[in-house]
């Protein structure tokens, strides 16, 4: 059989270069020939279409294609998506770009941007917004800034995320509006119930606390991002605030590692409010005993000041972004404004239960009659990107670090203010080195 | 000279791939832990600073990397004793004379070690299921609390480590059987007809001869397992709270996930210190029991 194909292919060569091929040939491999036309007529099909390379992370990755027949019946457009768990996903698109192996266009959690961008990996996308069917306006305006670096956009917003207050209502009967009301609203749980705690506020996270700080109007970093600005007054009376909460015992020491179970422990009343994002809103009907059904809520974040109100929440989520690197960046747009849709939004609300970007989604049935969701819809007009520099998340961790100290008395809180101040600026000497290398050019 | 150009002449080969493989990418790598490689010189080459030692100097400061440092030791002395004494028993138990199916034994001892961790780990991963898994149903069947292994900070490394000599004593069995079966036949005669009963011949003889290969397989379990990455990256990521961060794992943190390079090239060369003198002190301690 091989040796026969030797041949025939050698005839094959033979009879093409003379023009000619022989009825006996033909007849004796005419399987052969067959085979041939076969394999001819698949690979010169696709090459008439186009090819995206997509990278998804984790369960959103996996779901996504569910979305994309739709997409390839209407633009002829054909999209491989490769899944990346999330865990992996920061050093595979980071050694992506190094290898010169970036898919066109990805999935990316919103944080990442600036760094992503620091190294040159993005593709600005503002001058393909000016003739969009995406527009800014339909955005909440915290989320769209985290894809802004320096005035240029270079992500569109996909799903969001944010953290509000889950509470129970049998507990804490009316949300708290105020820092105030809230501290009354935890000093009431405390009395009604001595041996369990109001909140529970890991230690080992620095969300709550940058959250607190978001909310009192606290930048963080300085404008240019080159210095930590945490012994601002408005840093130093969050941070305040939220030690206070653990020296009042409204609040208990521990990392959630050593929360077994909250769900447990938010049934049994443990503890009656906790800071979370919307994925909990699934986690909470499925986990939660019956009996705890209709005995919680959700509300927007509190503010310092009832004029506030509500008070910032932090602006996560994921984004879309087309790599510099790629060649087919217009097909690559094409499905981005595809995923943008409303309709597009929706069906992926309902295969992920993550939150739309668009806010003509939050409109449609199935998101706007599900009461969990409207303090999330409230909230996501009030939240602020966290500061947009490469080391955000390595700043981060001394917030809780420090705070953990404060709270277990080891700081007091102006040492601690100092002490993040002294670590960010170390941790940003290199970029300030940088910046005045740039300006220097 | 002309003996000496042949000599020069067979060994080339060898030396340009130790030139190429080795020496050359380990020289490159200490030029990079003198630099402030990061993601900025990604973006562009003039980024690079040569900072001499701060790299050095912070990681030495840096507590996670000591966190990492001791859950490497812990790691190693408490896993490379007990998989060389495993291997010990279980070549022993294939040795024996009265044990039937010798090959088979020693093909089921040994296929761990050819099996690729990214699939054992899934089936590890269903035995220490805190609810399901098969260890705590065991536990439970004698009256004892089922233990979260992998998720209590406590318990990660004891499965890591438990999961690690599975995997890896194989391949010391295999060494320990070499090396068993090159022991005279007469000693053990000798020793019967002195009157050894079985554990003073193991004592007396077996033992002793042995001692070589204890330099051996001690040597290379300890290379090995100071060098643990594969079994936290797939099982635990380096969590809960950090309880399996090894030196390995922190460096490949440092650098393909934040690409901090230059910093990663120093924890590789502290790493090499690390190893050298391990072997070092192993090789001088060993040398004056045997």
Same mark, same amino acid.
Request: charge should be positive; aromatic fraction near 14%.
């Given at each position: 059989m091989n040796e026969e194909f030797r041949i025939s292919n050698e005839e094959l060569r033979k009879g093409r270069r003379q023009g000619i091929l022989h009825s006996k040939f033909f007849i004796r491999n005419s399987k052969f020939i067959f085979l041939l036309a076969l394999a001819f007529s698949c690979t010169i099909r696709p090459a008439h279409q186009e090819h995206l390379k997509f990278w998804g992370l984790g369960h959103e990755g996996e779901v996504v294609a569910q979305l994309l027949p739709e997409f390839t019946r209407r633009t002829g457009i054909r999209v491989d998506v490769q899944q990346i768990p999330w865990t992996a996903a920061h050093e595979k698109l980071l050694t992506a770009f190094v290898g010169d192996a970036t898919p066109d266009l990805a999935q990316m959690g919103n944080t990442w941007i600036p760094e992503f961008n620091a190294v040159g990996a993005l593709d600005s996308l503002s001058l393909r917004l000016a003739?969009?069917?995406? %527009?800014?306006?339909?955005? &909440?305006p915290g989320i769209w800034a985290t894809n802004v670096v320096d005035s240029v956009v270079y992500g569109i917003p996909w799903y969001v995320d944010t953290r509000v207050l889950f509470y129970r209502t049998d507990l804490v009967p009316n949300p708290p509006r105020t820092w105030d009301e809230w501290l009354a609203a935890m000093k009431h749980v405390k009395e009604r119930?001595?041996?369990?705690?109001?909140i529970l506020l890991p230690t080992n996270q620095w969300e709550e606390v940058t959250i607190l700080a978001l909310a009192n109007h606290?930048?963080?970093?300085?404008a240019d991002g080159t210095?930590?600005? &945490? %012994?601002d007054p408005r840093f130093v009376a969050a941070f305040r605030f939220f030690v206070d909460i653990f020296r009042r015992g &409204?609040?208990?020491?521990?990392?959630n590692t050593q929360v077994a179970n909250v769900y447990q422990g938010f049934a049994q009343g443990d503890f009656a409010m906790y800071i979370t994002g919307p994925w909990n809103v699934g986690e909470f009907r499925k986990?939660?005993?019956?009996?705890?059904?209709?005995k919680w809520a959700t509300a927007p974040m509190p503010a310092p %000041?009832?004029?506030?109100?509500p008070g910032m929440s932090m602006a996560g989520g994921s984004s879309l972004v087309i790599f510099r690197?790629?060649?087919?960046k217009d097909a690559a747009w094409k499905l981005i404004e595809f995923l943008s849709e409303p309709a597009q939004q929706v069906r992926f609300y309902e295969l992920t239960q993550d939150l739309p970007?668009?806010?003509?989604?939050?409109?449609? %049935?199935g998101v706007a009659n599900d009461p969990p969701l409207a303090a999330f819809r409230q909230q996501l007009e009030h939240v602020a990107p966290l500061?947009?520099?490469?080391e955000w998340e390595q700043i981060a961790t001394n917030i809780y670090q420090d705070g953990e100290a404060t709270v277990r008395g080891r700081m007091t809180v102006e040492q601690a203010a100092a002490d993040l101040d002294r670590k960010a600026d170390h941790i940003l000497a290199k970029r300030r080195w940088v910046l005045a290398r740039m300006r220097g050019q | 000279m002309n003996e000496r150009r042949a000599a020069i002449l067979f060994l080339a080969p060898a030396l340009a791939v130790i030139l190429l493989f080795f020496l050359i990418p380990v020289g490159a790598s200490l030029l990079l832990s003198?630099?402030?490689?990061?993601?900025y010189a990604l973006a562009d080459?003039?980024?690079?600073?040569?900072?001499?030692?701060r790299n050095y100097s912070e990681l030495l400061r840096n507590a996670l990397f000591w966190k990492a440092l001791v859950n490497t030791l812990y790691f190693t002395v408490v896993g490379g004793p007990m998989t060389v004494v495993v291997a010990l028993a279980a070549a022993l138990l294939v040795n024996a004379?009265?044990?039937?199916?010798k090959p088979l034994f020693r093909t089921v001892y040994f296929a761990p070690v050819v099996t690729t961790i990214v699939a054992v780990a899934i089936v590890w991963k269903y035995l220490y299921h805190?609810?399901?898994g098969l260890l705590n149903r065991g536990l439970e069947l004698i009256g004892i609390a089922p233990i979260d292994w992998l998720g209590d900070p406590k318990w990660a490394m004891p499965a890591i480590i438990l999961l690690a000599v599975w995997k890896n004593f194989g391949y010391t069995m295999i060494i320990f059987v070499a090396a068993l079966q090159g022991i005279p036949e007469e000693l053990y005669e000798a020793a019967r007809i002195d009157g050894a009963n079985t554990l003073q011949q193991f004592r007396h003889v077996t033992l002793p001869m042995l001692g070589p290969t204890f330099v051996f397989v001690g040597i290379i379990t300890a290379i090995g397992y100071l060098q643990l990455f594969p079994e936290p990256y797939v099982m635990?990521?380096?969590?809960p709270v950090y309880s399996t961060l090894s030196v390995v794992m922190l460096m490949y943190e440092q650098g393909f996930?934040?690409?901090n390079m230059g910093y990663a090239a120093a924890v590789a060369f502290i790493l090499f210190l690390f190893i050298g003198a391990a072997t070092l002190l192993q090789l001088r301690v060993q040398r004056r029991n045997v």
């Open positions: 003739n969009s069917s995406i %527009r800014e306006g339909d955005y &909440f119930r001595p041996n369990s705690y109001a606290a930048s963080l970093l300085n210095e930590g600005a &945490f %012994r &409204f609040a208990q020491a521990v990392a986990r939660l005993p019956p009996e705890m059904n209709g %000041r009832a004029s506030d109100w690197a790629s060649k087919k970007a668009h806010r003509e989604a939050w409109k449609m %049935r500061p947009r520099v490469p | 003198l630099t402030d490689f990061d993601i080459i003039h980024n690079i600073r040569v900072i001499a030692f004379k009265v044990a039937r199916w805190p609810r399901y635990t990521r380096g969590g996930k934040w690409w």
